[in-house]
Every structure is written in structure tokens, then in C-alpha cells.
């Protein structure tokens, strides 16, 4: 595996990125798999640096009067808790995280999300590093905009045909924020 495959073929639900991979579920459970990844996560989750410019993008969101919310495959409990230790649960109005390690997909939550929080779509953005967030903002009926150095290359983002931008503050840039 290459950082440039894994960006190139990354997918939700994950599973199916496993199986693209080759991977043999007869030899080891996906649910294995995926509380074997959750612990190696843990082991190094600590040690791994927020993107360069998230909080300049925060903070100038925050300033703006945005409010601002998470939507992630990651479960929430354990999304909740990496949060609340950096210290960036402030910046945060809502989060949902799913309630599981399988990263199937955010749609559902994302649909929950929209009206638990009566949001605007028309004037609503989501801003995610993944093919799966564009699917998911335009399932739920907001704008995706997408940043490159995520989970996915950009000629994958850009596949999408909507913003694809290198930095978060370019996203706040591209939302007029």
C-alpha cells in the first residue's frame, strides 16, 4: 500500500474499500478488523497533528458568527473525547459521530443532524476531505465543498464538480466566510 493508492481508492463504507484491497473476510472477521484498527487509532491518535490551518479556520468561522457542527464516520463517543482533550470542542455547536467502528456511511446521521438542528440547507455548507462527503452533502441537501490532504486525491474530489480547495481557510474563502 502507497499513500498515493490509499488516496486514490479510499471509500465508504470502508468495508468496501477492504474488500477493493483484496482483503479476505474468511480469514478474519470485518468486525475484527475494525476494532483492531480502532485500537491501533488510539495507540497514535494523541500523537497526530490537526491540519496546519484548522484553527485559524475555526477561529475565523467563530468570528463570523458561523455556527458550526461535525458530521464524522468516527464514533462519537471516541470523536467527542479526541475533541474535548485538543480543546476544539469549543468551536463546536453540535457533534455526530456514528455509534459504531464500522464507518459505513454519515448519511443517515447527516439527515438526523438537519433536522434535530432545523438547519438551512439552502444557506448551509459542508466542508470534508472525502467522495463520500460530497454523496453525503448532497444527499442531505447542503453545498460540499472539499479539501485536498484528506482521505482522497484531489482528480477524485474533483470528480464531484463542486469547490475543491487546498486549505480549510480556502473553504471559508469559497463560503464567503
Not at 474499500?17 to 485500537?39: I, K, L, Q, R, W
Not at 468561522?61 to 464516520?73: D, F, K, P, R, T
Not at 448551509?124 to 462527503?133: E, I, P, Y
Request: aromatic share 10%.
Amino acid at each position: 500500500m502507497t499513500r498515493e493508492r490509499y488516496h486514490r481508492e479510499f471509500t465508504f463504507p470502508v468495508r468496501r474499500y477492504y474488500d477493493a484491497m483484496g482483503f479476505d473476510f474468511s480469514a478474519e472477521t470485518f468486525d475484527d478488523v475494525a476494532v483492531e484498527y480502532h485500537e491501533a487509532y488510539e495507540s497514535v491518535v494523541a500523537t497526530a497533528d490537526v491540519r496546519a490551518d484548522a484553527l485559524a479556520a475555526l477561529e475565523r468561522a467563530s468570528a463570523a458568527g458561523a455556527v458550526q457542527v461535525i458530521l464524522s464516520a468516527l464514533e462519537e463517543r471516541r470523536l467527542r473525547r479526541e475533541l474535548e482533550r485538543r480543546g476544539l470542542d469549543r468551536y463546536f455547536h453540535a457533534v455526530y459521530g456514528l455509534n459504531d467502528l464500522y464507518a459505513v456511511s454519515k448519511q443517515a446521521r447527516g439527515h438526523e443532524l438537519v433536522a434535530e438542528l432545523r438547519i438551512d440547507t439552502d444557506t448551509a455548507w459542508m466542508v470534508g476531505d472525502t467522495s463520500h462527503d460530497a454523496e453525503v452533502a448532497t444527499a442531505i441537501g447542503v453545498r460540499p465543498v472539499l479539501v485536498t490532504g484528506g482521505h482522497s486525491d484531489a482528480d477524485r474530489l474533483a470528480s464531484f464538480g463542486c469547490p475543491v480547495v487546498p486549505s480549510l481557510l480556502a473553504a471559508l474563502d469559497e463560503m464567503g466566510l
